[in-house]
């Protein structure tokens, strides 16, 4: 996989991770919590994520 420039991503313990950028093919971002309105940055999430074992 390599990486996309496009998409930088601190998530360090994710498969797709690559020193700083995402290497996923597409990403899914969602609200924290639900509903379609984030109150701030930090209530986002990335639902493309895996779990490196
Ligand atoms: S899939 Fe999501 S969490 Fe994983 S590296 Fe890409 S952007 Fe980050």
Redesign the pocket.
């Known amino acids: 996989m390599s990486i996309n420039e496009n998409?930088k991503?601190t998530?360090s313990n994710?498969t797709?991770?690559d020193n700083k950028y995402?290497t996923?093919s597409a990403?899914e971002v969602n609200v924290d919590g639900g509903g379609a309105q984030a109150s701030n940055e930090e209530k986002t999430n990335?639902h493309?994520?895996e779990s490196r074992s």
């Open positions: 998409i991503c998530v994710c797709y991770w995402c996923a990403i990335c493309t994520f």
